[in-house]
């Protein structure tokens, strides 16, 4: 200790002397590099006859810029197994169905058919200002073969409405509103009367009868399973297969729309052939 408190100048001293010759070699060292960097560097800039140096390849770096700004978009509904797993049921014969395969997107609308109301004139006859017409009704529309079947009403100008009444259930009425023509080619204006629709204006003569579209009915099956079928279903009918019930809410002259009672979801189901297995219903 003794030694030390005497000479530590020295030891100092000789430490920093050390230190600097320890840079003074690393140093010379380090300049035969530099050298040969800047020799690099006279030969591309001064010494190439005005060349310019070579450009770098920046193309993998621009595409990697543009995909991290336009990230790709993740599929989490069709193909995302995590986040949508499928699905398997098994039908009344104990056969796996995958869950892509059943459902309301499995309908089929085989056909559409119109239901129509057909009017044509039978007679006029009556006296001058107490006028009768005779009509014949046929409506396709009818829920029994009874229904269906040809009706003739007598009407007049001041008739009520139990003798003006073509339909009970859908309370359709039809009035006699103007009794024209000559005796030979009567004409007579009616007008067609159905709950919550506007009046429907026509004309019949012998010539010239009346067709008109009250309804459709479809043709709908589920094949999935047992070959669920309704071969006439008309609104407001329900549908019972795949452990729920749908009801037809509307019927027109392409397509069904049905609405499910589990979770009131609407879908329509156009006239035609099945969509392929997988096809998510509109």
Do not use: C
């Not at 003074?24 to 800047?38: N, P």
């Not at 450009?55 to 990697?64: H, P, Q, V, Y």
């Not at 729920?244 to 009131?264: F, G, Q, Y």
């Amino acid at each position: 200790m003794e030694f030390l408190k005497n000479h530590y100048e020295k030891l100092i001293l000789g430490l920093t002397l050390l230190l600097l010759a320890a840079g003074a070699v690393v140093l010379v060292f380090q300049a035969g590099s530099v050298q040969a960097e800047l020799d690099g560097y006279r030969k591309t800039i001064v010494e190439s006859d005005g060349k310019r140096p070579a450009a770098d390849d920046s193309k993998a770096r621009r595409e990697l810029l543009a995909r991290v700004s336009r990230p790709p978009q993740t599929d989490f509904v069709n193909v995302h197994k995590v986040f949508n797993p499928d699905a398997w049921y098994v039908d009344t014969n104990g056969n796996l169905i995958a869950g892509t395969n059943v459902g309301v997107g499995r309908l089929v609308v085989q056909s559409i058919t119109p239901q129509n109301l057909i009017l044509w004139l039978e007679s006029v006859g009556g006296t001058v200002g107490r006028e009768s017409v005779k009509i014949n009704a046929i409506r396709q529309f009818g829920r029994t073969v009874a229904d269906q079947g040809k009706k003739q009403l007598s009407l007049s100008l001041t008739t009520t409405n139990a003798v003006n009444m073509l339909d009970n259930a859908s309370k359709l009425q039809v009035f006699a509103r103007e009794i024209g023509g000559s005796p030979d080619n009567p004409e007579v204006k009616l007008e067609l009367i159905e709950p919550g629709k506007e009046p429907l204006k026509f004309t019949l003569s012998k010539a010239q009868g009346f067709t008109n579209v009250f309804e459709y009915i479809a043709f709908i099956v589920y094949p999935v399973e047992s070959n669920f079928v309704w071969r006439a279903a008309r609104k407001g009918q329900p549908l019972a297969f795949a452990g729920d019930t749908n009801i037809v809410v509307e019927i027109t002259a392409t397509n069904v729309v049905v609405r499910a009672n589990s979770n009131d979801k609407a879908t329509t189901v156009p006239l035609g052939p099945p969509p392929p297995a997988g096809a998510r219903p509109k």
